[in-house]
C-alpha cells in the first residue's frame, strides 16, 4: 500500500541549546559583579576626609556593595542553570514526543495489518466457497453417471423383455 | 461394477497455534531527576562575595564577613530549592507521560491480541466450513454410488430371474415373476 520508508520515525534527537549564550552571560554577569559592588563603594565616599563620609557610611556602602556584587553572581549562575532546565525540559519533550510517535506509528501498522488481514481472509472465504461449488458440481456430475449408468442396463434388459 | 469416485477433496490447512499476548512493555522516558550533575553543583553554590581580610576594621570587617556568608547562603538556599523544584516537577511530568507510554502500548498490544485471534478463529471457521461441506458432498456422492450399485444389482437379479424362467414355462417357483413377461415365454405359450 505505501512504501517500505512511509513509517519510519521522523524524531532524530532532541534540540538544544549549545549553551555558548549562556556561558557569555554569565561571565558578563560575573564581570559585573565587581564592578556593580566596587562602584557602589567608591560613590559612598569611603575613606578618611572631610565630609568624606565616617567609618558607618564606609560600612554601610561596603555591605550595600556585597549586595550588588552578590545580585550579579546570582545572575550569572542563575542562567547556566537556565541553560540546563531548558535541555532537561527538552529531553523530556523529545522522549515524549518520539514515544507518541512510535505509538502512533505502530496504531498505524497495526490498522494496516488489519486490513491485509481482512483482504486475505476474505479471499481465503471466497477461495473456499468457490472450491466447495466446485465440488459440488463434480459429485453431481458423478452422481448423474452413476444413475445414468444404471438405467442403462435396467434399459438393455427391457429392450429384452427381461426387466 | 462401478467405478471407485474419484472425488478430488481439497486440502485443509492446519490452523495456526493461538498466539499469546507477552505483556512485555517498556517506555524510553527516564523519570530520574535530570539536575543533579556536577554541572548543576558548580552554578548552584556561591563563594561568599567578601572574605574577612584579617585587619582593617576589625569587628565590622568580620560583620561584613559574616553578612556575605549569609548571602551565599541564602542564595544557596534559594538555588536548590529552584534546582529542587524543577527536579520534581520535571519527575512528575516525566511519570505521566511514562505511564501514557506504557498505555498506548499496552493498547496497541492488546487490539493486536484481538486481531491475531480473530483472524485465528476465522481460519478455523473456514477450515471447519470447507472440512464440513466436502464431507456433505462426499456423502451425497456415496449415497449415489451405492443406489447405482444396488440398482445394478438388482437389474442383475432381475435378468436371472428372467433368464431361468424362460426354461421353465409349467411355472414354479417363479410363476409369479416376470417370467410370464418374457419374448421366449409367450412364443412357448
Not at chain 2, 529542587?84 to 498490544?109: H, M, P, S, T
Request: proline residues 4%; charged residues 20%.
Amino acid at each position: 500500500m505505501f512504501s517500505t520508508g512511509s513509517y519510519t520515525p521522523t524524531y532524530d534527537a532532541p534540540i538544544k541549546a549549545t549553551g555558548d549564550v549562556a556561558r557569555r552571560m554569565r561571565n558578563d554577569a560575573a564581570g559585573q559583579m565587581a564592578y556593580y559592588g566596587d562602584n557602589r563603594q567608591y560613590n559612598q565616599g569611603a575613606g578618611k576626609g572631610i565630609a568624606a563620609g565616617g567609618k558607618g557610611a564606609q560600612f554601610r556602602a561596603a555591605l550595600t556593595g556585597d549586595i550588588e556584587s552578590a545580585k550579579r553572581a546570582t545572575a550569572a549562575n542563575a542562567g547556566m542553570l537556565d541553560y540546563l532546565k531548558d535541555n532537561a525540559t527538552e529531553d523530556l519533550r523529545y522522549q515524549s514526543g518520539a514515544a507518541d510517535e512510535r505509538n502512533s506509528l505502530a496504531s498505524l501498522l497495526l490498522d494496516r495489518d488489519k486490513i491485509n488481514t481482512d483482504f486475505n481472509l476474505s479471499r481465503q472465504k471466497r477461495r473456499m466457497e468457490s472450491d466447495l461449488a466446485q465440488a459440488q458440481r463434480d459429485a453431481s456430475q458423478k452422481a448423474a453417471d452413476y444413475a445414468r449408468s444404471a438405467r442403462t442396463s435396467q434399459s438393455l434388459l427391457g429392450l429384452f423383455g427381461l426387466a | 461394477m462401478l467405478p471407485k469416485p474419484k472425488f478430488k477433496q481439497p486440502p485443509m490447512k492446519q490452523a495456526p497455534a493461538t498466539p499469546g499476548l507477552t505483556g512485555n512493555f517498556g517506555s524510553s522516558i527516564p523519570t530520574a531527576a535530570p539536575l543533579t550533575g556536577s554541572q548543576t553543583q558548580q552554578y548552584s553554590q556561591f563563594k561568599p562575595v567578601y572574605e574577612p581580610q584579617g585587619g582593617g576594621f576589625g569587628a565590622a570587617d568580620q560583620t561584613r564577613g559574616a553578612f556575605a556568608r549569609a548571602l551565599s547562603d541564602s542564595q544557596n538556599t534559594a538555588m536548590a530549592g529552584d534546582v529542587q523544584g524543577f527536579n520534581l516537577e520535571n519527575q512528575r511530568k516525566a511519570q505521566q507521560a511514562r505511564a501514557q507510554d506504557v498505555q498506548q502500548q499496552r493498547q496497541i498490544g492488546t487490539d493486536r491480541f484481538g486481531m491475531q485471534r480473530q483472524t485465528v478463529t476465522a481460519k478455523a471457521d473456514i477450515a471447519n466450513r470447507r472440512a464440513q461441506g466436502m464431507a456433505d458432498i462426499a456423502t451425497q456422492l456415496d449415497v449415489a454410488k451405492k443406489n447405482a450399485n444396488a440398482q445394478a444389482l438388482d437389474n442383475a437379479f432381475n435378468f436371472t430371474t428372467s433368464a431361468l424362467s424362460l426354461f421353465n414355462p409349467a411355472g414354479g417357483f417363479m410363476q409369479g415373476g416376470r417370467a410370464v413377461g418374457g419374448i421366449l415365454g409367450g412364443l412357448m405359450r
